[in-house]
């Protein structure tokens, strides 16, 4: 018999579609499962679905996307507002809840992890290993106040930006198809330049970075700029 080969997912919104359930009890229908479902515990362990990381999201209030219109073979989507600070951060409050929720009920079942050794534990002992990751920067400030909050509460992987504009940056257009002419969608304000230098630095596998405007154009390295599951000291101060 061959052995199943474990998966560790890069990204699932199974947070949004518990915020969203129109269920009397979202995490029991999690802890579970349920006819149909993005992800639940009784359907990772026959996948071999072993963790993954898990989004937290804040969806658009006016004007959002309908990825109905994504099924030509070329499309230019109206990117959706930006969120105030006011619409952006509820629903993150309330997925980290509901993830907080499924945790103490889980019995050990599923676990939070903020270093690869929690994770290694968590696969070890058979529970879903959950990292937290943000799905665009919008519910962060200016200055990285809620960052810290949201670190504290485990937070281990961001992306600065989504379909949609921020503080941070430009937003990934839906369109295609996509060229190097339309690549300047592709930048960070200054703000998210100096979030990304602070993320940088706290990486401290990176021994050296040197920053230039070129950088507005910067790769996905930067976009998708990460904090490393790794044990690591506090954040370094805003530069």
Known sequence: MRTPIKTFDGHNDALLRLLR???????????????????????????????????????????????????????????????????????????????????????????????????????????LAVILHLEGADAIDEDLHLLEVLYAAGLRSLGPVWSRNNIFGSGVPCLTPLSPPTMGWLRLSSCGLRWTVRLAMYLSSIPKLEISRSCRYCSAVFLCASIDVRDRGALPERM
Do not use: W
């Not at 804040?58 to 959706?80: C, G, H, K, Q, W």
């Open 21 to 127: 359930s129109t269920s009397d009890d979202p995490v029991g229908e999690f802890l579970g499962g349920g006819p149909k479902g993005h992800i639940d515990l009784p359907k990772a362990a026959p996948g071999h679905f072993v963790g993954g990381f898990f989004a937290l999201y804040s969806p658009s209030v006016a004007a959002p996307i309908d990825f109905n219109n994504m099924t030509e073979e070329s499309y230019a989507l109206d990117m959706p507002p930006r969120l105030t600070l006011g619409e952006a951060r509820p629903p993150i409050f309330a997925m980290i809840a509901t993830l907080t929720r499924v945790i103490r009920r889980s019995n050990g079942r599923v676990a939070l992890c903020t270093t690869s050794s929690d994770i290694e534990a968590a696969i070890n002992r058979q529970s």
